[in-house]
C-alpha cells in the first residue's frame, strides 16, 4: 500500500469509528441510527458539520458540548482512534488483498461494537452478528474451493457453545455468544476460530480474576473476550498456528 492508501483508510476509519460510537449508543436503546442526526446527549442539540468531526471536534471542543457545555463521552474519540489505528494495521498487514483488507476491517468495527455492548448490557444485538455473518458468506463466495473450511469453522465452536446453552439452560454462555462465533467462524475458518476461543479464554481468564479480586461480581461478559481473540486470530492466525505446528515438528 502507498501513502494515499493509507491516508484514505485512515479516513474512513475515523469516520466508521464515529459511526460505531453511534451504533454503541443507540442500538441498547433502540434508537433509530441512520436517518436520526447526531446530537448532544444532554440537550438534544444537532451538531453542525463542523461540530461532528471526527476526533478533531471533541478536541477542539475540549470535550464539551458547544450548546450547553455539558461533557462529552471520552469514548468517542477513544473508538475513533482505535478503530482508525485497527484498520491501518489490518492494512499494513493484507493490503495486497484488497478483499481481505475490507473485510477484516469491517470485522474489528463490528467487534469493537459488540465488545462494547455486551460490556455494559450483556447482551449482543442480532443485528451485528448477522453483518459478521454476511462478511463471511462474501469471504465464501470468494473461495468456494475452501468451502468445507468454512463451513466447519461456522459449526465447530458455535455448536459447542450450543450444546453448554441448552445444557445450563442458558446460564453458561449466552445465545449472543453462539450466534457470534458461528458468524466469524465463517468469516476466518475453523483453525482460527478454535484459535480465537483459546485466546479469548485466555484473556477473559486473566481479566475476570483481577476483576473479581477487586470487587467485581461473578457474572462474565464473554462477548469482550471472544471479540479480541477473534481478531488477534483473525489478524495472526495463520502465522500463529504455523510456528506452533513448526515448534513440534509437524
Known amino acids: 500500500m502507498n501513502i494515499i492508501a493509507y491516508i484514505i483508510l485512515a479516513v474512513l476509519g475515523l469516520c466508521v469509528g464515529s459511526f460505531c460510537n453511534v451504533l454503541i ?11 436520526t442526526p447526531s446530537h448532544c446527549m444532554a440537550c438534544g442539540h444537532k451538531l453542525n458539520w463542523y461540530e461532528n468531526i471526527p476526533l478533531i471536534s471533541w478536541l477542539i471542543q475540549g470535550g464539551k458540548c458547544r450548546s450547553c457545555a455539558e461533557k462529552i463521552s471520552a469514548q468517542y474519540p477513544i ?3 482505535i478503530n482508525t489505528g485497527a484498520w491501518l ?17 469491517a470485522l474489528f468495527s463490528l467487534l469493537t461494537v459488540i465488545a462494547v455492548i455486551d460490556w455494559r448490557t450483556f447482551e449482543i444485538p442480532n443485528g451485528l452478528n ?3 455473518f454476511i462478511l463471511g458468506v462474501i469471504r465464501l463466495a470468494t473461495d468456494l474451493g475452501n468451502l468445507k473450511l468454512y463451513l466447519i469453522g461456522m459449526l465447530c465452536v458455535s455448536l459447542f457453545f450450543l450444546i453448554i ?14 450466534k457470534l ?7 476466518i475458518g475453523w483453525k482460527n476460530i ?5 485466546v479469548g479464554c485466555i484473556i477473559g481468564a486473566v481479566i475476570h480474576i483481577i476483576r473479581m479480586k477487586r470487587g467485581a461480581g461473578r457474572r462474565l461478559a ?5 471479540a479480541a481473540g477473534i481478531w488477534l486470530a483473525a489478524l495472526f492466525g495463520s502465522e500463529a498456528i504455523a510456528w506452533y505446528i513448526g515448534l513440534f515438528g509437524f
Open 165 to 178: 446453552w441448552f445444557v445450563t439452560g442458558g446460564a453458561g454462555i449466552g445465545m449472543g455468544d453462539v
Open 130 to 132: 448477522l453483518a459478521i
Open 79 to 81: 473508538i475513533e482512534a
Open 194 to 198: 478454535v484459535l480465537g476461543l483459546f
Open 181 to 187: 462465533m458461528g458468524a466469524a467462524g465463517l468469516l
Open 25 to 35: 449508543f443507540r442500538l441498547p436503546k433502540g434508537e433509530e441510527f441512520i436517518k
Open 222 to 226: 464473554f462477548g469482550p473476550y471472544l
Open 89 to 105: 494495521l489490518t492494512g499494513a498487514l493484507f493490503g495486497e488483498d484488497l478483499l481481505k483488507t475490507v473485510l477484516y476491517c
